[in-house]
């Protein structure tokens, strides 16, 4: 761990290396400043943008002590509310010996991050591989993995699985693992498949512009949410406010939907089995022949189970 920059803390402290700053563009620095020192420190004086800025010139961050909730939000997103590309940075690694909170890797998009103690779930948009550092625990990207392979790196035996793509097939990972997961797939740019063989937490999808992501259970809320591209598919029931925001793609949802579906709405469609309550501008609509045929390809089923499902878009 060369170039490192150690965080000794006292108490366990939310937003540690949070590239958003908690959503700094929604709080505007009331609920987190980022040149704010990190409370509980011995004897430094370390602010939330010296963690971030340290990744992103490619070193890593050692946390001594226990890390909140949060820990490595949107690790590696060069963003574009701070002037940023929106893609993907090459970042250093966290370190932390000690806890995680739950969160952990939410929208993360690079990086690695290593724990001595345990994770909370849910965590984020991390699956776990075999660590190089004895004693810690290794947690990489799932959208990483899906851009740029496994790079030598093996899960551990939880059930997890990922088979690259060739001339017939796109790559395609796995999650077996029973984890509980928020923004599954967070700003996938590559044809992919993600299979999670359970149920999902918050914003399965977020920012996603390829890829397809097949739920085998029910997923929460925001499912869906501001999905630029590629397809979710929920094989269970879906929380509420799925597809806010949504821009382009297509979300399926085979079970049953909450309220506030289609909050402000952009692009793309959303197809259920029931007629639902959805936030003007987004209305039912007419499905297309181009929709019963994505739908009998995605689902693998038949045209007349096609043709039970409502669309929902801006028609």
Known sequence: ?????????????DCLCDFTYNFYWQHKGSELDPD???????????????????????????????????LGSSLGVDLKYFWGSGRALDTGSIFVDGDAGTRMGISMVSGSIYVLGSVAQPMGNVVEVA?????????????????????????????????EGNEKDVPCLVLADGVVRDTIGARCERDARIIVEGDVSLSTGILMQKG???????????????????????????????????????????????GYMCANMRGG????????????P??????????????????????????????????
């Open 1 to 13: 761990m060369t170039d490192l920059l150690t965080l000794d803390i006292s108490t366990q402290i």
């Open 36 to 70: 704010k020192p990190v409370d509980g420190q011995a004897g430094r004086h370390f602010t939330y943008r010296d963690l971030v800025e340290h990744l992103t010139s490619g070193k890593d961050v050692r946390i001594n002590g226990d890390a909140g909730s949060r």
């Open 131 to 163: 660590s190089g550092r004895k004693g810690y625990r290794c947690f990489r990207s799932i959208t990483d993995i899906l851009h740029n392979g496994m790079g030598g790196d093996e899960f551990s035996d939880t059930g997890n699985s990922f088979r």
């Open 212 to 258: 397809t992501i097949i739920i085998e259970g029910d997923a929460g809320m925001n499912t869906g949410t501001l999905l630029s591209g590629g397809t979710v598919v929920v094989q269970g029931s879906a929380g509420e406010f799925a597809a806010a925001d949504m821009r382009s793609g297509t979300l399926i949802i085979t079970g049953k939907s909450s």
């Open 269 to 280: 469609a959303v197809f259920v089995k029931q007629d639902v309550k959805v936030i003007p």
């Open 282 to 315: 987004a209305k039912k609509c007419p499905p297309l022949d181009g929709d019963l045929k994505l739908l009998v390809d995605v689902l693998d089923t038949n045209r007349m189970d096609a043709m039970s499902y409502r669309k929902y878009s801006i028609c």
